[in-house]
């Protein structure tokens, strides 16, 4: 199954490219910073063997329409057209995942409009803080996006390289790799500056007080290795009314990449169990 999706959706002033295969109830899949829908591509197909599986690329990602505005980018804005995609597009209401940046809009759609989640998947994400733990590391991100100028267009991502890009590219195929490249090279460099901003810099508002609002199912999702993420998981699942914590053993940020059939295992207990629950 080739995935790229070639729907397009007006929300907000923006298109966003967006794509669906299966039937049945709808699991939608919300990709992280400077990702897209690719993210999931080699997931997809299996599962949507048993559901209709719907993924997205947000504003200024991937395929999908560019602000080119720093005041385009907020993860308010994001929230906001995964709302309307999901009334527009889908229906509601879903099964909704969240991977990283993607975990923090999520929180941010089932707070504002919880009628359109019928349950949710954070995924190496945080309601809090999404700064490494490291004190030199944080203020060197920190430093990066707050004086960062759009104007001269993306960085050089390759010193950003860790050890999970090793595991990638023994788990990957080539050919999923390169466009991977190619729609990382079309990301809107306003919208780096901007939402690397808002989450490296500590802009974005914690909902940290916020978790006992959420009473759908929740599963944590995260990897072994994926530090601040799997320091938080325990406090993000229990915060919630009902809520589990899955930490997949040798994984680091994108566990759909490295271990896929573990990720995909603990995707399909979650909506098994949510289904069970309605």
Known sequence: MTIEPDSRFAANGVELAWGE????????????FSGSAHDFALQVEALAAGRRVLVLDHRGHGRSSKARTA???TIEQLAADLVAFIEGAVGGPVDLLGHSMGGRIALQVVLDRPDL???LILMDTSGWSFGPVEDDLRAMLSDFFVSYDPADGLPDFTPMAGP????????TPKEWQQRRDELL???DPWALQALGEALFAGRVPSVRDRLAEITCPVTVLVGEHDHPFVDQGPELAAGVADGRLVVIAGAYHSPQLTHPGEWRAAVEEHVGRARRTR
């Open 185 to 187: 090279d079309g990301f």
């Open 71 to 73: 005041d385009g980018y």
């Open 117 to 119: 989640v019928r349950s």
């Open 21 to 32: 295969w299966g039937t049945g109830d709808a699991l939608v899949l919300c990709h992280g």
């Open 164 to 171: 999970e890009d090793v595991l990638i590219e023994e788990a």
